[in-house]
């Protein structure tokens, strides 16, 4: 199916960046799902094959959906089943080439997170943060119900993405509870990614060669900080150099414990709260934009193939938002040219419906992220800690 001239520029952006990942009839079906997405604001396959048949006239419903169809299914299952099936996998660095090609900022803040479709579906997925929203750029499926780690998809999902951030100033991943491991930290170290992965208050480090403590008492109540480098888990050979954040800010019932590889003076006390921001981002892709929670899909293959279009249409919106948003600057260091009344994310839907209707030009595509939070908060009185292990050097962002 052809698409109108005024959505060449998606076209032309699958085109340029999953040339080696996709067919030439694979990028236009993805480009076709990613139109309907949007337009039906929905990627419910009715929704998608309403949106394209009747709104755009690409062609009799039943063809619509039948060239919809073939792209999610697995080889086996395809009309032709000599075609070669889409794997989302080969897409990941494709995606995140996407994104930086878009991007305009040295440093690079990422969340790793699990969503869930009621007990039938988990997804593991990495997000590039940006503007209180998250990208998905590579994810793991699962079957709900099943049992088993998720570190070796994990680290698979890393060694997929990580080869394009090279060339960037400084890359940090936040994570919460309960996804941090030593091993997770060689790799990161091994990326030369920075990690800000939040661990149990109970967890044990070393401040001394003798002082062993929970890490989560060594601040006296909100308001208060501590920070410095320490030895991270009580069994010797899991053990790990890291500096350590524990920050108790107002408002919250308990601190922060996060691990980090930054120098303890250069390390942002609030830059785990990006984190948050992934939240924001898996209800962009359920009840808020694409509304994934009313899949009725269980395979995990196709599930993951159809995320593919979730990810592209997230980019493909939020990017034309920045593009419009009067609250994004020319640049990150600039301030803002106005106040923000609609998330970035809202703002590029409605934009390209009316590129739809022909009353609105498509604006050049753009990400300008926003200014980290302030290393040294006022709110907080901080007390760093100093022992003999010399700080890592790392390049800090602007």
């Keep these: ?53 009747i709104s755009l006239n690409a062609g009799r419903p039943d063809r619509v ?18 075609r070669v099936q889409v794997d989302p996998s080969r897409c990941f660095a494709p995606l995140l080439r996407f994104v930086l090609a878009l991007w305009r900022c040295p440093t690079l803040a990422l969340a790793l997170d699990a969503t869930t479709h009621t007990d039938q579906l988990t997804a593991l997925v990495l997000s590039v943060l940006y503007r209180g929203r998250a ?7 699962a079957p709900g119900n099943v049992k088993g780690g998720l570190l070796a998809p994990m680290l698979a999902l890393l060694d997929r993405v990580a080869p394009e951030t090279q060339q960037l100033r400084l890359v940090t991943l936040a994570a919460d509870r309960g996804l941090w491991s030593p091993a997770l930290a060689d790799r990161l170290r091994q990326w030369h990614w920075q990690p800000l992965m939040r661990v149990q ?74 984190r948050m921001w992934i939240e924001c981002g898996f209800r962009d892709l359920k009840r808020m934009g694409w509304q994934w929670e009313r899949t ?33 600057p020319a640049a990150p260091e600039k301030p803002a040219r106005a106040r923000r009344r609609l998330s970035v994310f809202r703002l590029g839907c409605f934009h390209l419906l009316g590129i739809l209707i022909g009353t609105t030009p498509h604006p050049p595509l753009v990400l300008i992220p926003e200014p980290w939070p302030a290393h040294n908060p006022e709110s907080l009185e901080i007390e760093y800690w100093t022992n003999q292990e010399p700080e890592p050097v790392v390049n800090l962002p602007l």
């Design 201 to 274: 208050n109970d967890t044990q480090i070393w401040v001394g060669k003798n002082r062993r403590v929970a890490a989560g008492t060594l601040v006296a109540g909100p308001g208060h900080a501590w920070v410095g480098r320490a030895r991270v888990h009580k069994h010797p050979q899991a053990q790990r150099w890291h500096t350590v954040l524990v920050v108790w800010t107002a408002g919250h019932k308990e601190p922060w414990v996060i691990v980090t590889d930054l120098p303890p003076r250069s390390a942002g006390l609030l830059w785990y709260g990006l």
């Design 65 to 82: 959906r039948q060239a919809l169809k073939e792209w999610l299914c697995n080889g086996d299952e395809r009309s032709s089943p000599g």
């Design 135 to 141: 990208i998905p750029v590579a994810w793991y499926i």
């Design 296 to 328: 009725r899909r269980r395979d995990p293959e196709r599930v993951s193939r159809h995320w593919l279009v979730l990810a592209v249409a997230t980019i493909w919106t939020l990017a034309t938002g920045s593009a419009i948003d009067p609250a994004v």
């Design 1 to 53: 199916m052809r698409l109108p001239d005024s959505f060449s520029p998606l076209t032309e952006a699958v085109s340029t960046h999953f040339a080696e990942a996709l067919s030439v009839g694979q990028q236009r079906s993805l480009s076709a799902w990613v139109v309907g997405t949007v337009l039906a604001g929905s990627s419910c396959l009715s929704m998608v094959v309403a949106a394209l048949s």
